[in-house]
């Protein structure tokens, strides 16, 4: 298994071109997220989906949107890029629930690091 | 709604020293909480959860963490340093409900190992 994949590992944007970030997983995982990263503040959710066809908003979506056609893929779309969507850009999946309540682990891709100017 | 606090955002420690890495955590239903480090350049790898099944919890490359009800902790330990541990470690709380699904994560800590 390759796991969590994205593409492309760096991005230099001009401030209003647009974007997708892409996220592919290959362990079946209905739940999938997309982080960003900024120095000094941890992981904040952009976007999520908990199976192909529902997505919902994160902590910080604004300037961003999802799709979930299919299990294995989540794209981000940045949409009239901006200096303050310069960041590390991570996507993540989780397996399936095993019990009712349980804990979910997330699997992390290698992170997208863009850079809008 | 739940949070997490980690305590330090830089720790350096020597070779061979005791690693010790807070984390404080808050939540109104018992937390799932997890450790996660990521190396530089990389994702973020998970060393090791509590869900509720023992309070010790021992994870990848020696490391362990204690979960303290009372205190309402989850420190994560390593009797020993070693230079490969240089990384950002981040601690990380999902709860027993709805949204379980969701993680929440501290800012991270960042491990300097002198030789």
């Known amino acids: 298994n390759a796991g969590v994949t994205q593409t492309p590992k760096f991005r230099i944007l001009k401030i209003g071109q647009s974007m997708t970030l892409q996220c592919t997983q290959d362990m079946n995982h209905n739940y999938m997220y997309w982080y960003r990263q900024d120095p000094g503040m941890g992981l904040k959710l952009i976007y999520y989906s908990v199976g192909a066809g529902i997505t919902d908003k994160g902590e910080v979506p604004n300037g961003y949107n999802v799709s979930r056609s299919t299990t294995e893929d989540f794209p981000l779309r940045l949409e009239l890029a901006a200096p303050s969507q310069t960041s590390v850009y991570f996507c993540?999946?989780?397996?399936?629930?095993?019990?009712?309540?349980?804990?979910?682990?997330?699997?992390f891709g290698p992170g997208t690091r863009l850079t809008v100017l | 709604a739940q949070s997490v606090t980690q305590l330090g955002s830089h720790v350096s420690v020597s070779e061979g020293a005791l690693v010790l890495l807070r984390c404080n955590y808050s939540s109104s239903v018992p937390p799932y909480l997890f450790w996660y480090v990521q190396y530089p350049n990389q994702g973020l790898q998970l060393l090791l959860k509590?869900?509720?099944?023992?309070?010790l919890v021992k994870g990848i490359n020696g490391f362990e963490a204690e979960f303290k009800k009372s205190e309402t902790s989850f420190h994560l330990t390593k009797p020993s340093a070693h230079m490969s541990d240089a990384a950002e470690y981040f601690c990380a709380v999902s709860y027993s409900g709805g949204s379980n699904y969701k993680l929440t994560f501290g800012k991270g800590t960042l491990l300097t190992v002198n030789p």
């Open positions: 509590y869900t509720s099944a023992a309070t």
């Open positions: 993540a999946s989780s397996y399936p629930e095993v019990r009712a309540g349980g804990p979910f682990e997330q699997f």
